[in-house]
C-alpha cells in the first residue's frame, strides 16, 4: 500500500479534479504490475496497472492493491470493480472508501458481491491524507483551505500602515466596508519578504491549487499576478473581492490574461459554496491580514504557510494569528524560515 501511495503522487499534476489514485498487483509473493492514475479522463490506476501484466494468466490468483475503493459507476471511464471481476484477480485491498457519492461503498460491496475477497483500511490515514483536497471538497462541500503570508521577525506582514476598511471578523458579515484610497506598493507579490527561492515555492504552491484569493487592499496596494510564471503549471482562478468597484482596470488582475472572478457583497461562506458549485476543490488564500484573519476566526481553513523573513520592522500591518494550529515542519530556506502548520479544531461536545 505504501508503493501504491507513492505511485498514486505521480498524478499531481493531472489528476485533479479527480483523485489520485495508485494500484499494486502482486503474485506469488512478486509485484507483476503496476499504474496510477495520470491524468483525469484516461484510465483509472487500477485499469493501468493491470494493462502493465505481461502473463495475465497470474491475476487469477493475485491480489491488486489500490490506495482509494475503485470506482463502481460509468463516468468518462467503466467501472474499475468491474474490470477487476473481469480480470479473475480474487483478492482486493484497499486502503480507504471513496467519499464521492457515485462510489462511497458501491465498488466495494460489487467485488465483494462478484466473490473477490476484500480488506479495506491498510494504511487508512495515510491514503485519506493523500486525497485530502478530494475529501475535504465531498464531505464538507467546500474546498481544501491553505492560508499563506509573509512576515517580518516582529509578526508585521507590511511596513504600511493600514487604512481602515472596516471590520470582517465575522464570517456571515460583509468582508470589508469601504473604499478608500489607497497607497501603491508596486507589484512585488512579497517580494519584500521573499528571496528568489522562497517566491518560486510560492508560485508552485500556486499551481497545485485550482483557485487563488487575495482582498481589495492587497489587489490595490500589492497589484499582484496571482500567476505560476515561475514555476510549470496552470495559472489558478483569480479571485478577489471588491464590494464598491473601486478596483482600477489598469490592475493585473484586471488584465484578461487570466480567468478571473470579482465578488461583490458575498461572506466567505457564500464564496466558498460559489467555489464548490463551480467544482473548485483547492483555495489558496494569499491575503492581506483582515482577510486572513477571517478565515482564522471562522475556522475556515486547513493549512497554513507562514514565511518569516530575518529582519524586524519595528511597526507595520501586524500578522494575522493562527488558532488551533499544529506545526508539521519548519525548513530554512537562506535565512527564510518557512513554517507549515496544520489546522486542529477542537472537538465540540
Known amino acids: 500500500m505504501f508503493r501504491c ?12 479534479p479527480n483523485p489520485m489514485v495508485g494500484a499494486v498487483i502482486v503474485c506469488d509473493g512478486r509485484i507483476i504490475g503496476e499504474g496510477y492514475h495520470r491524468r483525469c479522463g484516461g484510465p483509472h490506476a487500477e485499469v493501468n496497472a493491470i494493462a502493465s501484466v505481461r502473463d495475465k494468466q497470474l491475476l487469477r490468483r493475485s491480489t491488486i492493491y489500490v490506495s482509494l475503493e475503485p470506482c463502481a459507476h460509468f463516468g468518462k ?42 480488506e479495506v483500511g491498510v494504511l487508512e490515514q495515510e491514503c485519506r491524507h493523500l486525497n485530502r ?18 512576515q517580518s521577525t516582529d509578526h508585521y506582514i507590511s511596513p504600511l500602515p493600514a487604512p ?41 504552491l500556486r499551481a497545485r491549487h485550482q483557485a ?40 493585473h488582475l484586471k488584465d484578461g490574461s487570466v480567468p478571473t472572478i470579482v465578488y461583490t457583497h458575498e461572506t466567505i461562506p457564500e464564496i466558498l459554496d460559489d467555489l464548490y458549485r463551480r467544482g473548485i476543490q483547492s483555495l489558496l ?34 500578522a494575522p494569528a493562527l488558532t488551533d494550529a499544529l506545526l508539521q515542519d519548519s525548513e530554512d530556506y537562506g535565512g527564510q524560515l518557512l513554517q507549515h502548520y496544520a489546522h486542529t479544531p477542537k472537538e465540540t461536545s
Open 77 to 118: 471511464t467503466p467501472p474499475c470493480a468491474d474490470l477487476i471481476v473481469r480480470s479473475g484477480i480474487p483478492r482486493v485491498v484497499i486502503g480507504c472508501t471513496d467519499p464521492f457519492a457515485k462510489v462511497n461503498g458501491l465498488g466495494i460491496k460489487k467485488l465483494r458481491d462478484a466473490g473477490c475477497e476484500v
Open 212 to 251: 487563488i484569493l487575495v482582498g481589495t487592499r492587497t489587489a490595490i496596494v500589492d497589484n499582484p499576478s496571482l500567476t505560476t510564471r515561475l514555476w510549470p503549471g496552470p495559472n489558478p482562478l483569480r479571485l478577489t473581492i471588491d464590494r464598491h468597484n473601486s478596483l482600477p482596470t489598469t490592475l
Open 285 to 318: 488564500v494569499e491575503g492581506g491580514a483582515q482577510l486572513l484573519q477571517s478565515f482564522i476566526d471562522a475556522g475556515l481553513w486547513d493549512e497554513a504557510r507562514i514565511e518569516t523573513a530575518p529582519f524586524s520592522l519595528g511597526n507595520g500591518v501586524a
Open 133 to 150: 483536497r478530494f475529501f475535504t471538497f465531498h464531505q464538507q462541500r467546500r474546498p481544501w483551505i491553505t492560508l499563506k503570508w509573509a
Open 164 to 204: 481602515p476598511l472596516g471590520e470582517c471578523h465575522n464570517a456571515a458579515a460583509p468582508l470589508f466596508s469601504g473604499n478608500e484610497a489607497l497607497p501603491q506598493r508596486g507589484s512585488g507579490e512579497g517580494a519584500f519578504f521573499s528571496n528568489p527561492l522562497t517566491q518560486t515555492l510560492v508560485h508552485r
Open 5 to 16: 501511495i507513492q505511485l498514486a503522487r505521480c498524478g499531481e499534476a493531472g489528476a485533479a
